[in-house]
């Protein structure tokens, strides 16, 4: 398996510094339709940014957390909050829904292939590695919605999402276990992943809801 695990900590990096980026955006954008002020849309993109990856780290305790190790995305986030900010400002983009959902996908794909890779490292079971890719990619948007008074769209919204990330989980550990190189266990899973929820949006696919 070690073809896998050569991507380890220059790819991983990388990745997860994408998916932060792709995360903080979806705060950034939520906060700015909540109306909030400077400090709330800051405050928003660092926590759909650190939130999933935060506590996967807690799960499999690992210290310092990866924003720690890595100060230089606390700069890169808080960079992007002011120019989104200034942006958004002059050009008066309109913030929709569905403009929001695009960097959340792209995030989800992302930072659930870095959680079930760093799992997997760690030598825990297959389960357990795509449920730490599941908590990576879900909690940063679920706290970005609570903090923005709303139920979480993971929850909410019918159409799939934590189930995208579930699915491309397992193609990274099937990969895994077949020892295929590390950018095509990285590329299969964000693809499938993001690819999952980009249809589940085009194509408005549902998930059984509660029937009061």
């Keep these: 398996m070690q073809n896998v695990q050569v991507w380890g900590e220059t790819l991983r ?20 339709r909540k109306r909030l002020d400077a400090v709330g849309v800051c405050v928003v993109g660092f926590l759909a940014a ?12 690992q210290r ?7 100060v230089e995305m606390l700069w890169g986030v808080l960079a992007l909050c002011v120019l989104a900010m200034l942006f958004l ?20 794909g992302l930072f659930a292939a870095t959680g079930v890779h760093q799992a997997l490292l760690l030598e825990l079971p297959a389960l357990v590695a795509v449920l730490m890719g599941l908590i990576t990619g879900v909690f940063g948007g679920v706290l970005r919605d609570v903090v923005c008074n709303q139920i979480p769209a993971a929850f ?11 699915a491309g989980g397992w193609v990274y550990v099937g990969l ?3 020892n295929a190189p590390g950018w095509v266990a ?27």
């Excluded at 932060?20 to 954008?29: D, E, N, R």
């Excluded at 650190?50 to 305790?61: E, K, M, S, V, Y």
């Excluded at 310092?64 to 890595?70: A, G, I, K, T, Y």
């Excluded at 949006?201 to 509660?210: G, I, S, T, V």
């Design 13 to 32: 990096l990388l990745v997860e510094m994408a998916a932060t980026a792709a995360f903080a955006l979806s705060g950034i954008m939520e906060a700015a």
């Design 50 to 61: 650190f939130g999933g990856g935060t506590l996967r780290d807690l799960l499999l305790d």
């Design 64 to 70: 310092p957390f990866f924003w720690v190790r890595h």
């Design 89 to 108: 400002r002059t050009r008066h983009f309109a913030l929709t829904e569905r403009a929001i959902q695009w960097p959340d996908a792209l995030g989800l």
């Design 156 to 166: 909410h919204d019918h159409r799939p999402y934590a189930v995208c990330a579930f």
């Design 176 to 178: 895994w276990q077949a």
């Design 186 to 212: 990285l590329v299969s899973c964000v693809g499938v992943t993001a690819g999952l929820r980009a249809l589940s949006l085009w194509r408005n696919w549902q998930l059984p809801a509660w029937k009061t």
